[in-house]
């Protein structure tokens, strides 16, 4: 492998495959999906897409759901992980925003709203269309940056820092990218034969590496 990886020309493959890949979280507008983003936080898209149906039929926007008391939302959000937070912070959300025109699409913006972060901010505008004004770093991407070698570091916030100096602000996509490719190929036990990112992957190269030093010895 290269001592010095251009990583904007090796992600290439990456952004090819999963770019025009749709968020997994089943939303229907921008309401949804921020209200889907805060309950996904720590918990599983899966889980969120079962009980969005019957929650939007209860509180079907933002108007609707500035005017319900948090325990109302429980029966409906208690599969997740932290629902009495997350229930209170989709009402002061809700609160704050008013209507669902009103939804902010800036980073910081949507920073500022109780129970959104970095992440759930950058996967906000992703979804909406919105150019990135950083880069998605979930479980998967904290697994997957660090082993390609294109980040090196198991905090989210360094690893989103990395990738973002490390490629030009239109590549920034790569974080959803990455988080793709770990839910499907670069798994705990990755299927690194079938990987797009195995000629520049540092994991890869050392098990590579580690077979020919067998076969030698």
């Known amino acids: 492998m290269p001592a010095k990886i251009n990583w904007s020309d090796a992600v290439q493959p990456l952004l090819k495959k999963y770019k025009k890949t749709k968020h997994p979280l089943e939303y229907q507008n921008i309401y949804q999906l921020l209200v889907m983003v805060v309950l996904s936080a720590q918990s599983t898209d899966l889980i969120v897409n079962k009980i969005a149906p019957e ?9 609707a759901l500035s005017k319900a008391d948090e325990k109302l939302l429980y029966p409906f959000i208690s599969k997740v992980r932290n629902f009495g937070n997350k229930a209170k912070w989709l009402v002061s959300i809700a609160q704050v925003v008013k209507t669902d025109k009103n939804i902010p699409l800036k980073h910081d913006q949507l920073t500022a709203l109780p129970g959104i972060g970095s992440k759930s901010a950058n996967v906000i505008l992703r979804e909406a269309g919105r ?3 950083g880069v ?10 660090p082993r390609l070698g294109i980040a090196i570091s198991t905090d989210p916030k360094k690893i989103e820092k990395q990738l973002m100096e490390t490629l030009p602000p239109k590549q920034w996509d790569v974080g959803m990218c990455l988080s ?32 020919k030093n067998k076969v030698k010895s």
């Open 136 to 145: 998605i770093v979930d479980l998967h991407v904290v697994r997957v940056a």
């Open 131 to 133: 150019p990135p004004e």
């Open 180 to 211: 793709f490719l770990g839910r499907e190929i670069c798994r705990p036990k990755p299927l690194c034969e079938i990987c797009p990112m195995k000629a520049v992957c540092a994991y890869y190269q050392a098990i590579q590496k580690k077979s």
């Open 55 to 63: 929650f939007f039929k209860a509180f079907p926007d933002m108007k």
